[in-house]
């Protein structure tokens, strides 16, 4: 293709090179002999000139035709010509206006102030003026490379035998043909000219500038408006449009070819971003993109949950409303009425979500526009179980026998399985939260406490005490100390007996009410004989009362000061018989040893001694020692007789000695009708009858005393009285002991008491055991 370029204003071409005419120094040089101009411009001739160095100073200068003058002083010429000479000896002539009559030869003169120094650059400039003057640039070929543009461009004027130049990007080029290869990258811009006029160049072609868009209407555009958009590029030679949508990842299409793309009713999903390109033979330039933000209202919102499987406690997590709205819509989080957050970013977050953040959400999304919400999406979190909390019913007192409900509850998602322990002990396991006592014992008191399990976790209820109240079980009773309860020593009785609530106790003696209280204890600081007895106790609450079996408490005791009597009360005779009696109070029985002071043996055992022939040498005291394993007691007596006063038996002794037998009788009466009713036990020793004071015995027991013809020692009996003793136990009670001493002389001769018979002079005696009986005696 071709382009034409018409030379007008100060557009001239020079046709020739420059130049050089002088000699011995002195010359003028012009920039170029021939010069094209068309009608109406304006031309400017350039020159330099130089002189010898002897020349001092240029006294004029100015342009002249070929016949002389001055080009100034020609009318033709008035007020078109103007000269432009400086210092570095250069000097210009400019026409303006041109004519066709200009066309002359112009030349350049200078004048030194040196006599014949003179010159004038000869030949001259030789200017056509023509009435029009083309200069034409083509493109012949374009070869678009990789890195650049391939450009075989041509120029033409209509100008005889014309130099050009090439200008690129405002500089020259050394090509100075008619024909150019331009290699072209964006922005580069080409033009040619005549040599000498590089400055009255072609237009200058180029590829396509970066393409502006611009939008119409340029306010917001809505939904459904009609909107154009236009493009637009500086370029020579003319560009073509092509409209573009960016698609990210995909291959654009063209959507529009030419300067104008327009939508005719836009929508929503028109926005975006569009660009154009702008192409000629020399380049293709491509627009920024331009952004198509099309508004409108919500649409329906959608609701995320990330994570989107399980959600457990403790865990984070964020929900997101998202809605397509332009501009951005705000949106407002809701867990049912409760609003929970607002704002642009459409996320609630649970940093760490817990079980009381369950519940049904949903979101609002608004702008200026309009407003919609989200449906409804239920956040379920999982989380194992709280701490359970343990219910009874009924809620009051327990009472023994009552039907009783445990009820474990707590909170778990999901639901939980239950374990239910008494202590250690594992009662019930799985989804029921209750257990249940259809009749409540007392070994069901005790501590309870549940286990609530889901795969989640697991945790322990708190212990409750389940407090089953019932009337006391049977009563205890015990003693301390457990064994032997001495006289004077502390002695303490406990009643125990399983009740709830806890017993009050009363402590009874026999028929006697001893002590009421709490505490269930009796205690004897300093027990005493008398405290002997039968004990027991009472149990009782608000459910009911039960009594101990009978305790019997043995009070043993050392034997208290015997008390001893002597029958006859009176005066003794010599020969009569003296019967001595001592009793004492002691717990076991007491044994009963009578001795003569200054004597080491014993005289007798028993409680009853009996002198048959009491004599003057019997006189003296006589005392009697009371012993079991607790102790020992003695009393004294005096016995007096005067020597011969032994003839005559005074009646206070016959009567005792009445008394006496009558007794001895008596018991003898009781134990034949007895032996008629029970075989005879065999016979027991005093010390076995006094160790086993429970079992009486009706068995006798009996001593033989022989006398000697020649008797005369006097003959002793011991006699152990029940009636002497303080009444303790009935098997204790008839309790007799006997003694009957004979004593022998070692000779018949009366007085001659030193010898003996072989027999052992000791006191012989018997012990018998009396059944209970008040006033009846068994006599051996």
Not at 533 to 549: D, L, P, W
């Amino acid at each position: 293709m071709s382009l034409t370029a018409a030379a007008s204003g100060f557009v001239v071409f020079l046709l020739s090179v420059p130049v050089i005419q002088g000699q011995n120094g002195w010359g003028v040089t012009y920039t170029s002999t021939q010069i094209c101009a068309s009608k109406g411009s304006t031309v400017d001739i350039h020159c330099t000139y130089t002189y010898p160095s002897t020349v001092t100073n240029i006294t004029q200068t100015f342009w002249h035709l070929v016949d002389g003058r001055d080009v100034k002083t020609v009318l033709e010429y008035t007020g078109r010509v103007q000269y432009y000479c400086g210092n570095n000896k250069t000097c210009t002539l400019r026409i303006s206006d041109l004519r066709q009559s200009d066309s002359v030869e112009y030349r350049f003169r200078f004048i030194t102030n040196q006599a014949g120094g003179m010159w004038s650059g000869t030949p001259g400039v030789t200017l056509s003026v023509t009435a029009y003057l083309a200069l034409q640039m083509g493109v012949n070929k374009v070869t678009v490379n990789p890195s650049d543009t391939e450009a075989e461009l041509s120029c033409n004027s209509s100008c005889s035998k014309p130099s050009y130049v090439w200008i690129k990007n405002g500089q020259k080029v050394p090509e100075e043909a008619s024909s150019y290869t331009a290699y072209l990258n964006p922005g580069d811009s080409i033009a040619c000219a005549l040599k000498g006029q590089e400055k009255y160049h072609t237009p200058l072609l180029y590829a396509p500038k970066v393409p502006s868009v611009s939008v119409s209407p340029s306010g917001e555009i809505m939904n459904s408006s009609s909107v154009n958009l236009n493009c637009s590029s500086d370029a020579n030679i003319v560009a073509n449009y092509t409209w573009y949508k960016k698609i990210p990842n995909q291959n654009e299409k063209p959507l529009s070819r030419g300067p104008l793309l327009n939508f005719s009713s836009i929508q929503s999903s028109d926005s975006g971003q569009y660009y154009c390109t702008a192409e000629n033979q020399l380049g293709r330039r491509t627009s920024e993109y331009f952004l198509i933000n099309v508004k409108y209202g919500p649409n329906l919102p959608s609701v995320s949950v990330s994570p989107s499987a399980e959600i457990v406690e403790g865990s984070s997590v964020t929900l997101t409303c998202s809605s397509d709205a332009n501009p951005a819509a705000n949106y407002t989080w809701y867990k049912g009425n409760q609003t929970l957050a607002q704002g642009p970013g459409g996320i609630h977050r649970f940093t760490s979500i817990s079980s009381k953040d369950r519940g049904n959400y949903y979101c609002k999304s608004e702008n200026q526009y309009g407003r919609i919400n989200s449906t409804s999406l239920f956040i379920d979190v999982l989380y194992a179980p709280k701490l359970p909390s343990v219910s009874v019913s009924p809620s009051a007192e327990i009472v023994e026998g009552s039907s009783v409900t445990l009820t474990c509850s707590s909170d778990a998602n999901p639901a939980a399985n239950y374990t239910w322990y008494k202590g250690n002990q594992t009662l019930l396991q799985g989804p029921e939260r209750r257990y249940h006592f259809t009749s409540i014992s007392s070994k069901d008191s005790g501590n309870y406490y549940c286990k609530s399990e889901n795969r989640l976790g697991w945790i322990n209820s708190t212990s409750r005490f389940i407090n089953v109240q019932y009337a006391p079980k049977t009563s205890s009773v015990s003693v301390i100390p457990p064994s032997e309860i001495v006289e004077g020593s502390s002695v303490t009785l406990t009643c125990s007996s399983d009740a709830n609530p806890a017993a009050n106790y009363t402590w009874y003696k026999e028929n006697q009410t001893l002590l009421h209280g709490p505490g269930g204890i009796y205690h004897f600081m300093s027990i005493r004989s008398e405290d002997s007895g039968n004990y027991y106790c009472k149990s009782e609450n608000q459910h009911g009362r039960i009594n101990s079996t009978s305790r019997f408490i043995d009070v043993l005791y050392a034997p208290k000061l015997p008390s001893v009597s002597v029958c006859p009360s009176g005066k003794i005779v010599e020969g009569s018989s003296v019967t001595l009696a001592c009793s004492s109070d002691a717990n076991p029985a007491a044994k009963y040893t009578w001795y003569k002071n200054n004597v080491d043996s014993p005289k007798a055992s028993g409680q009853i001694f009996i002198i048959t022939d009491f004599r003057a040498e019997h006189s003296g005291n006589y005392y009697c020692e009371a012993q079991n394993r607790r102790g020992r007691q003695n009393s004294t007596l005096h016995l007096d007789v005067r020597a011969g006063d032994w003839i005559l038996i005074t009646a206070g002794t016959v009567t005792a000695i009445l008394i006496v037998v009558i007794l001895i009788a008596a018991w003898l009466w009781i134990r034949k009708k007895r032996a008629r009713k029970q075989p005879s036990e065999p016979t027991e020793r005093p010390d076995s009858a006094q160790k086993q004071p429970a079992e009486p015995k009706d068995n006798l027991h009996y001593a033989s005393v022989h006398f000697s013809k020649t008797q005369a020692d006097p003959l002793y009996a011991n006699t152990t009285m029940a009636l002497a003793q303080k009444p303790r136990r009935e098997e204790e009670v008839g309790r007799v002991e006997y003694s009957i001493i004979k004593l022998k002389n070692g000779s018949t001769a009366p007085g001659n008491s030193s010898q003996e018979s072989g027999v052992d002079p000791a006191a012989l005696y018997s012990a018998v055991n009396n059944p209970p009986q008040k006033n009846g005696y068994q006599i051996s």
